[in-house]
């Protein structure tokens, strides 16, 4: 497993990672073979602990517990986001979401653990839609937040700018684009955001605003 491949090398510094990152693998999929293995090679590179051996290999569990593996902190990301592009034709402003330990892609969130109290609750968090829709856009994303910038619809390109907040699962417009452009690249460097390249109305774009 390459996790575990991974940690044998430099093992003292990278032995305290491995439960963090065996937890982010759903081994529920794994085939049991390759849990055995994945435990036999722990132990051939001393790396074995009863933690791990759990993590890999869990005793049974009630439904109880299986439900609240599948529950999300609603402050914790653990979710790929897939926004705009194009179906049968039509630009799109929708959102989907794939959560990891899930198989569906959906509009929400699901199963968001929220606490009140001495009490949890869980709660279903809908994505909003963008206000345009839109395909070929520049995307990037910064401190939990969702920056779409330009692309196009059926007839013209954008210079609409809009960005989610994760936290606050909110859309808002920004400042726009100098000129509509679609098929740019967006990146942030040391907080700031760069927007190069695509195309304009008139021709192909090589600045970097």
């Not at 090398?9 to 049991?32: A, D, G, M, S, T």
């Not at 609240?68 to 179906?87: F, I, K, N, T």
């Not at 869980?122 to 330009?150: F, S, W």
Request: net charge neutral.
């Amino acid at each position: 497993m390459a996790v575990i491949r991974w940690s044998t090398y430099i093992p003292e510094e990278r032995r305290e990672c491995l439960p963090v990152l065996l937890q982010k693998i759903n081994f529920e999929l794994v085939h049991p073979e390759t849990k055995k293995k994945a435990l036999k090679d722990l132990e051939n590179n001393k790396l074995f602990t009863e933690e791990l051996t759990q993590i890999i290999m869990p005793s049974s569990k009630s439904k109880e517990i299986f439900y609240l593996e599948r529950s999300r902190s609603e402050h914790l990301e653990e979710v790929l986001l897939v926004m705009a592009g194009e179906c049968n034709g039509h630009p799109m402003k929708n959102i989907e979401c794939f959560t990891l330990g899930f198989t569906n892609w959906m509009c929400c969130i699901p199963r968001v653990a929220v606490k009140s109290g001495n009490t949890h609750t869980d709660k279903t968090i809908v994505l909003p839609t963008m206000q345009d829709a839109r395909e070929y856009c520049a995307v990037a994303t910064h401190n939990n937040k969702v920056y779409v910038l330009g692309g196009q619809t059926n007839n013209a390109f954008l210079l609409s700018v809009e960005c989610y907040s994760i936290q606050r699962n909110k859309w808002e417009q920004l400042q726009p684009l100098p000129m509509a452009l679609h098929g740019s690249s967006a990146a942030f460097l040391n907080g700031m955001l760069y927007l190069s390249g695509g195309k304009s109305s008139s021709q192909y774009e090589n600045k970097l605003w």
